[in-house]
C-alpha cells in the first residue's frame, strides 16, 4: 500500500503561521485523495479539522485552512495558539483504502 | 448528542480471537461509512478497515486482510471487526469513527501476548 509522509515535527511561534504537508508515495496528491486532517492531543481521542482538502466542520477554529500545494495535501494554521500544540494526522484515501500519515508533532513555543 | 462507545477489548494470547463492537447513537448510523482505526502504544495512527452504508462494499489495510472482517447491523446501530489469528503487533487501541463526519469514540483496548 501506499506510503503518506509528514514532517515529524514544526515549530510555530504563538501568533505564527505553519504550514503542514501531506505527500503521497504514488506520486501528486490530488482531490480524489479527499486528503483529511486530524489534531491528537496526548490522552484523547483524535479530531477530525478537515475533510475533502479544505472542509471544515462547525468546530475547526477558523485559523485552521486546508488546501493543495506543490503536489501535497496541507494544513495551513495562521495566529497560532498554545492550544495548538498537539500531533496532527493526515489520512488520504486510494480509491477505497485509506492511508494515514505518520503524524506531525507541532509545537508552539 | 453523538456517541460512539467500543467495546470488547482485552488481553488474548497470540493466534486468538476477539470481536469488537461499536455501539452508535444520536445520529442516522446507517447513513454513514463507518471505519477503524488503531494507535499501538506511543504510535500514530493506522487506518484498519472501513464499510459502506449498506454493508455491501469493505476495505481493509493489507496487515489485516484474511484474519480481520468489518461488518455492521444498521437496525442495531452497530458496527463490528472480528479479529482472528491475533498477532502481537495488534496490540492498541482501536477506535470507531465515521471519519469524514468527525464522529470518534473513545476506544477499547486489544493486548495481544502470552
Known amino acids: 500500500q501506499a506510503v503518506v509522509t509528514q514532517e515529524p515535527s514544526l515549530t510555530v511561534s504563538p501568533g505564527g503561521t505553519v504550514t503542514l504537508t501531506c505527500g503521497s508515495s504514488t506520486g501528486a496528491v490530488t482531490g480524489g485523495h479527499y486528503p483529511y486532517w486530524f489534531q491528537q492531543k496526548p490522552g484523547q481521542a483524535p479530531r477530525t479539522l478537515i475533510f475533502d482538502t479544505s472542509n471544515k466542520h462547525s468546530w475547526t477554529p477558523a485559523r485552521f485552512s486546508g488546501s493543495l500545494l506543490g503536489g501535497k495535501a496541507a494544513l495551513t494554521l495562521s495566529g497560532a495558539q498554545p492550544e495548538d500544540e498537539a500531533e496532527y494526522y493526515c489520512s488520504l484515501c486510494y480509491s477505497g483504502p485509506w492511508v494515514f500519515g505518520g503524524g506531525t508533532k507541532l509545537t508552539v513555543l | 448528542e453523538v456517541q460512539l462507545v467500543e467495546s470488547g477489548g482485552g488481553l488474548v494470547q497470540p493466534g486468538g480471537s476477539l470481536r469488537l463492537s461499536c455501539a452508535a447513537s444520536g445520529f442516522t448510523f446507517s447513513r454513514y461509512w463507518m471505519t477503524w482505526v488503531r494507535q499501538a502504544p506511543g504510535k500514530g495512527l493506522e487506518w484498519v478497515a472501513n464499510i459502506k452504508q449498506d454493508g455491501n462494499e469493505k476495505h481493509y489495510v493489507d496487515s489485516v486482510k484474511g484474519r480481520f472482517t468489518i461488518s455492521r447491523d444498521n437496525a442495531k446501530n452497530s458496527l463490528y471487526l472480528q479479529m482472528n489469528s491475533l498477532r502481537a503487533e495488534d496490540t492498541a487501541l482501536y477506535y470507531c469513527?465515521?471519519?469524514?463526519?468527525?464522529?470518534w469514540g473513545q476506544g477499547t483496548v486489544v493486548t495481544v501476548s502470552s
Open positions: 469513527a465515521t471519519i469524514r463526519e468527525g464522529y
